[in-house]
């Protein structure tokens, strides 16, 4: 834990919430979906154009293009810009950057915007051109992606604390169970324990319902003070905590313990909470053992008690342990850099009352993790907030 002393984040709101439907394949590109979100915000917000003066961007697909080009295509003017290309992880981190910028009078509102397209061959160049290491480290000798990545983590964990494939499982058949209450959910279709394990492998021990379908969507939320949430009318949350950590546990020789770890306690700290306070979790789930670590990582449970963790809970949204309240990405898509946006949204809705059918019961406090940028053996970028309802 870091003890530098620094300011708390008390006063922060996040507002207004968006999801642009998502869509299988698109022909259209990033800057649309980028465009579609703010322009969801602008309508949502009643706000004008102008009075958007602050803006963080992510996205893998929006290249050459960064966040500068986007205020020139949507016609914005900010005072205070970002471009935060940590996928996974970039919603919690457009989150801390915004919320600092907003104290600091750098900004009065600030647009947090992802999105991404997926045209029929998008994903394979992404990944070709995903990083130095991948292209030349690895691709030569046959990698396949994230799906031999996360295979290798997965069967590291699962040798390593005894984790079978129904534990993984587990949290798959729940999102699906979450996402059928949601309507922007892709993947709507009941899913039995059963079917999942009887599920084609893809590279083992990653079977398909352990894989997030890519697709194009975007996802968007705005950051204020909170007496300006006020003047506006507009329902938000409020932001509690926040934690960032980069290439945490190198050591490691296979990931099995994330940043999280790190300053959880600075995290709990923050919002003067435990664990046991927090009424929802909104993990990032690109595959189910990273969402187990976060359970572990972050103190629901100790390290190598994940499995037990999900055998003894239920993580749907009416459970006793609400997981990925909206499907997560493993139901409702992975609309690249906006899936780091997606536990965002969902938590806002949860929050100001939006959440409709899968609404988690009386929710005061939701956690929300990002994690991101994947080499070989690991995930470099990880983060968490906590969000509390507004009284």
Excluded at 14 to 34: L, M
Excluded at 347 to 363: F, H
């Amino acid at each position: 834990m870091n003890n530098t002393r620094r300011a708390s984040y008390d006063g922060v709101a996040v507002a207004v919430p968006i999801t642009v439907p998502y869509e299988r394949y698109s022909t259209k590109g990033a800057h649309w979906f980028i465009g579609q979100a703010v322009q969801g915000l602008l309508r949502e917000s009643g706000l004008a154009k102008e009075q958007i003066d602050g803006l963080t961007v992510s996205s893998f697909s929006l290249g050459p293009d960064t966040a500068v080009g986007v205020t020139q295509h949507l016609g914005l003017s900010p005072r205070w810009l970002d471009h935060i290309p940590t996928g996974g992880a970039s919603g919690v981190m457009a989150l801390r950057r915004a919320a600092r910028a907003v104290q600091a009078g750098d900004a009065e509102i600030v647009a947090c915007v992802a999105g991404d397209t997926n045209h029929v061959d998008s994903f394979r160049q992404m990944l070709g051109a995903f990083s130095h290491f991948a292209r030349d480290a690895s691709y030569p000798y046959g990698a396949g992606g994230p799906n031999s990545v996360f295979a290798f983590i997965t069967a590291h964990y699962m040798r390593r604390f005894g984790a079978t494939r129904a534990d993984f499982g587990r949290i798959a058949v729940a999102q699906r169970a979450n996402a059928m209450k949601n309507p922007h959910a892709l993947l709507r279709k009941p899913l039995s324990l059963e079917e999942y394990l009887a599920a084609r492998p893809i590279s083992e021990p990653i079977h398909l319902f352990d894989c997030v379908m890519p697709c194009a969507g975007g996802e968007a939320f705005l950051v204020m003070r909170e007496e300006k949430a006020r003047e506006l009318g507009l329902p938000h949350a409020l932001l509690r905590g926040a934690i960032e950590r980069h290439n945490a546990y190198a050591d490691d020789p296979v990931m099995e313990r994330g940043g999280w770890r790190v300053d959880r306690a600075d995290l709990y700290a923050q919002a003067d909470v435990g664990p046991e306070a927090i009424d929802f979790i909104q993990t990032y789930d690109d595959y189910p053992v990273i969402a187990m670590m976060q359970f572990e990582d972050l103190g629901f449970c100790e390290k190598g008690e994940g499995p037990a963790f999900v055998r003894s809970h239920t993580l749907t949204h009416d459970g006793d342990f609400p997981n990925n309240t909206s499907g997560g990405q493993l139901s409702a898509g992975q609309a690249g850099a906006a899936g780091g946006f997606l536990g965002m949204t969902e938590a806002i809705r949860q929050l100001t009352g939006a959440a409709g059918e899968r609404a988690v019961p009386k929710a005061k406090l939701g956690l929300v993790c990002g994690f991101g940028m994947v080499a070989y053996d690991r995930c470099l970028c990880t983060g968490a907030v906590i969000l509390g309802r507004s009284t």
